[in-house]
């Protein structure tokens, strides 16, 4: 099978199992994991920050981050298909009492010109913005990259505007590569970044939520409050090591592979659509047509047919597919893929 649904499907390689085997480890909750305290340590390194703290899921870092940064009765600004909002079990106003103020965005791009009208008016009978909340890369509008010089336009109306911002790096590695700058950089006026290291970086379990010093002491407490102390996690962060500083080197290959699947997809017109702007990193989103052109294609049906053929992607709309590149898909597994869609939209 050639697993197109996801980049968490990677499984750790040779060298994160050995790694893994010989971990030295202690118990976190007591902050004497060697390993886990070098991975935080290492990781606010590459972030240029003072701290960070090793969390089970991406999901659960970015709801420690925003109920740092808010209060109860707040809104959080962040895009309207963002993770944050979407697949976070609305933990957002279950946990941090906040409301999604959600802003939808061409291509998933928040920019100032959305943000600034979104921003709640300093009256004491609205209820008042706590937070924006960034997506980079934005994976439900297909892996696009939000440039720095955007951001940088944030970050200034933001702290004009005395409001943190918080990044959901869930890809941030993919983004950098798309750049072709460094992570520190393209992250540099945030309050907070979370990014995983258990989607293209590869490892089995884990994600980071980097920040200053406080921050972090305060992320701690509301981890274990989650059920997120963990005790000897350093096999887990061993792991996270190598994804750290070693996967975040290759994401090129995962992207040229992502390109190489939409240009298939792209031949297709007839059968397909799809935006080749949104293909600057490891996702590939695209509509199918239906014969008539009268509605969309089966997405399900598209889904199925694939599978009896050797290849699993997703169906993330009734007409919408989803193919996301990775270690565990080589470029000849992806050669493979791309001719097998072919084929297969020529006859829809
Ligand atoms: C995957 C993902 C997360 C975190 O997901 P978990 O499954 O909770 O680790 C957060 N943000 C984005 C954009 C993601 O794609």
């Known amino acids: 099978m050639i697993d197109l649904r996801s980049d968490t499907v990677t499984r750790p390689t040779p060298a994160m199992r050995e790694a893994m085997a010989s971990a030295e480890v202690g118990d976190d909750v007591y902050s004497e994991d060697p390993t886990v305290n070098r991975l935080e340590r290492e990781a606010a390194e590459t972030f240029g920050r003072e701290a960070s703290i090793f969390v089970p899921t991406g999901t659960m870092g970015n709801q420690i981050a925003i109920r740092l940064h808010t209060q109860h009765g707040q809104e959080v600004i962040c895009e309207a298909r963002s ?59 297909g892996g696009t990259v939000t440039p720095l010089p955007v951001l940088e336009e944030v970050w200034a109306g933001a702290r004009e505007a ?132 009268a509605t969309g294609g089966d997405a399900a049906a598209f889904t199925a047919a694939l599978k009896q053929k050797g290849v699993l992607v997703s169906a993330i709309g009734p007409h919408s597919i989803r193919f996301v590149t990775h270690y565990d898909v080589d470029r000849v597994a992806c050669e493979r893929a791309a001719a097998i869609v072919s084929e297969h939209l020529r006859v829809l």
Not at 83 to 94: K, T
Not at 95 to 121: D, M, N, Y
Not at 220 to 237: C, E, F, P, T
């Open 162 to 293: 005395g409001l943190p911002v918080h990044l959901d790096g869930g890809r941030v590695f993919n983004a950098a590569t798309a750049l072709g700058l460094d992570v520190a950089k393209l992250t540099s006026g945030f309050d907070t970044v979370m990014f995983c290291l258990s989607k293209g970086l590869g490892a089995p379990v884990g994600s980071m939520l980097v920040g200053s010093r406080k921050a972090i002491e305060q992320a701690r407490i509301y981890r274990k409050a989650l059920g997120g102390g963990m005790r000897q996690a350093g096999v887990l962060a061993a792991a996270g090591l190598i994804a750290l500083h070693e996967m975040s080197k290759r994401l090129h290959e995962d992207h040229a592979n992502a390109r190489l699947l939409a240009e298939a997809v792209a031949a297709e017109p007839a059968a397909a659509e799809i935006d080749m702007e949104t293909v600057q990193t490891n996702i590939v989103i695209f509509k199918l047509r239906s014969k008539d052109r």
């Open 83 to 141: 993770h944050v909002l979407d697949w976070e079990m609305a933990m957002m106003s279950a946990f941090s009492g906040c409301q999604a103020r959600a802003v939808a965005a061409e291509r998933g791009i928040l920019t100032w010109q959305h943000i600034k009208p979104a921003i709640g008016a300093k009256i004491y009978y609205r209820a008042q913005t706590g937070l924006i909340s960034l997506e980079n890369t934005h994976n439900m509008a």
